[in-house]
């Protein structure tokens, strides 16, 4: 009987690689560790980011006990290069800035008709083509009136809401200057979009211990009242300080949370009333703390018309729309946003009668206060 050959392609079992063995558990541990290591370093800056924008308290101190070495040897090693390189490719560059620098209130003397902080003699004028550009922004709360705002403008032929949008940023303010730093963030608008005017609104997420430059708490004691009026100034200092722009700072409303709202943002809408009235003509405070209020205390409802939110908190269209009227209302008052309406109809176009002129001549008209021929 001969015998049967194995096909030529065909490896012997003998001669199969042997099976690998699994790595003892200990290496895996070891491998996850540098992984997790490795992996770290790479994110560090947005891990530190993340720590420092937990609420303040135990978790937000631990958070950042580990975070902030991290970061620090990530800097050192330069391994921090490769992710802002991806956010700079990814049009992301600077998300994970932390700046915590607060600006100071200029100091002028408030009797020297020649600072900054002295109402102008005369409002400006503006005109359909020379237009009052608006930028408006804030917290959650500056988003549904400002879009009423948005809506509104064009009535008015004379107002350009710079991008046609609203620059919202959710849960911020001036307590937590790591979270958004707003007063870097306006001269980052002023450079880019140089605007006339500027409407914010804060306040509703400032009740709270403040951190960043100058930080402290408890919330309501002296020294939070004293940091909070620097921070309050000197953001008011950053828009107006040169005399080329005019701030509209919109207060925080009553909430259903009444208790909240009388013991907090009462303290916090004083400040923004008492350093407004420091630099008159150039920042206007405005108040709505007791326009959402019926019969003395918080309602959902003004005349029949639902105002708020289910949350207690928001506005509704109908609401954001009373908020953008009562803008547009003290913007009248400090600008002239209407004289250029009377010049226009003055400079009517108009024909006016001429000589009969020879064959191939063109007659001369006046149209818009202009000669043309």
Same mark, same amino acid.
């Given at each position: 009987?001969?015998?049967?050959?194995?096909?030529?392609?065909?490896?012997?079992?003998?001669?199969?690689?042997?099976?690998?063995?699994?790595?003892?558990?200990?290496?895996?541990?070891?491998?996850?560790?540098?992984?997790?290591?490795?992996?770290?370093?790479?994110?560090?800056?947005?891990?530190?980011?993340?720590?420092?924008?937990?609420?303040?308290?135990?978790?937000?101190?631990?958070?950042?006990?580990?975070?902030?070495?991290?970061?620090?040897?990530?800097?050192?090693?330069?391994?921090?290069?490769?992710?802002?390189?991806?956010?700079?490719?990814?049009?992301?560059?600077?998300?994970?800035?932390?700046?915590?620098?607060?600006?100071?209130?200029?100091?002028?003397?408030?009797?020297?008709?020649?600072?900054?902080?002295?109402?102008?003699?005369?409002?400006?004028?503006?005109?359909?083509?020379?237009?009052?550009?608006?930028?408006?922004?804030?917290?959650?709360?500056?988003?549904?009136? &400002? *879009?009423?705002? %948005?809506?509104?403008?064009? $009535?008015?032929?004379? =107002?350009?809401?710079?991008?046609? /949008? !609203?620059? @919202?940023?959710?849960?911020?303010?001036?307590?937590?200057?790591?979270?958004?730093?707003?007063?870097?963030?306006?001269?980052?608008?002023?450079?880019?979009?140089?605007?006339?005017?500027?409407?914010?609104?804060?306040?509703?997420?400032?009740?709270?211990?403040?951190? &960043? *430059?100058?930080? %402290?708490?408890?919330?309501? $004691?002296?020294?939070? =009242?004293?940091?909070?009026?620097? /921070? !309050?100034? @000197?953001?008011?200092?950053?828009?107006?300080?040169?005399?080329?722009?005019?701030?509209?700072?919109?207060?925080?409303?009553?909430?259903?949370?009444?208790?909240?709202?009388?013991?907090?943002?009462?303290?916090?809408?004083?400040?923004?009333?008492?350093?407004?009235?420091?630099?008159?003509?150039?920042?206007?405070?405005?108040?709505?703390?007791?326009?959402?209020?019926?019969?003395?205390?918080?309602?959902?409802?003004?005349?029949?018309?639902?105002?708020?939110?289910?949350?207690?908190?928001?506005?509704?269209?109908?609401?954001?729309?009373?908020?953008?009227?009562?803008?547009?209302?003290?913007?009248?008052?400090?600008?002239?946003?209407?004289?250029?309406?009377?010049?226009?109809?003055?400079?009517?176009?108009?024909?006016?009668?001429?000589?009969?002129?020879?064959?191939?001549?063109?007659?001369?008209?006046?149209?818009?206060?202009?000669?043309?021929?």
């Amino acid at each position: 009987m001969s015998t049967a050959t194995r096909p030529p392609h065909e490896r012997h079992p003998s001669a199969r690689t042997p099976r690998r063995r699994p790595l003892p558990a200990g290496h895996v541990l070891v491998v996850m560790l540098v992984t997790a290591l490795v992996g770290g370093l790479l994110n560090a800056a947005g891990i530190r980011k993340t720590a420092n924008g937990q609420p303040v308290g135990i978790r937000r101190d631990v958070a950042r006990f580990f975070a902030e070495p991290l970061y620090d040897i990530s800097h050192a090693l330069r391994m921090d290069q490769f992710r802002r390189a991806l956010q700079a490719l990814s049009g992301r560059s600077g998300d994970d800035d932390i700046n915590t620098s607060l600006p100071d209130p200029i100091e002028v003397d408030r009797a020297d008709p020649t600072t900054s902080t002295t109402r102008p003699a005369r409002k400006r004028s503006f005109t359909p083509a020379d237009p009052l550009v608006v930028w408006i922004g804030g917290d959650s709360l500056a988003i549904t009136p &400002g *879009e009423s705002f %948005v809506n509104l403008a064009p $009535s008015t032929e004379v =107002i350009q809401v710079v991008g046609d /949008r !609203v620059d @919202g940023q959710v849960a911020t303010g001036l307590a937590r200057p790591e979270v958004f730093n707003w007063p870097a963030h306006i001269l980052d608008v002023i450079a880019q979009d140089d605007p006339d005017a500027l409407v914010i609104t804060l306040g509703s997420n400032d009740d709270q211990t403040l951190t &960043g *430059e100058g930080g %402290v708490g408890p919330f309501g $004691s002296p020294a939070w =009242i004293e940091e909070y009026r620097r /921070r !309050v100034g @000197g953001m008011m200092d950053v828009v107006t300080g040169d005399g080329r722009r005019t701030l509209f700072w919109i207060g925080a409303p009553i909430m259903r949370n009444e208790e909240r709202s009388e013991t907090r943002y009462r303290i916090i809408n004083d400040i923004y009333r008492e350093e407004a009235a420091k630099r008159p003509g150039r920042v206007f405070y405005i108040d709505i703390y007791d326009r959402f209020t019926e019969n003395g205390g918080y309602a959902d409802f003004i005349g029949g018309v639902q105002v708020r939110t289910p949350d207690g908190v928001h506005f509704t269209r109908e609401g954001g729309d009373q908020i953008a009227q009562v803008v547009l209302d003290q913007m009248r008052e400090a600008f002239d946003l209407t004289s250029w309406r009377e010049t226009a109809r003055t400079t009517a176009p108009t024909t006016t009668a001429t000589p009969a002129t020879s064959a191939g001549s063109r007659p001369a008209t006046t149209h818009a206060g202009r000669r043309t021929g």
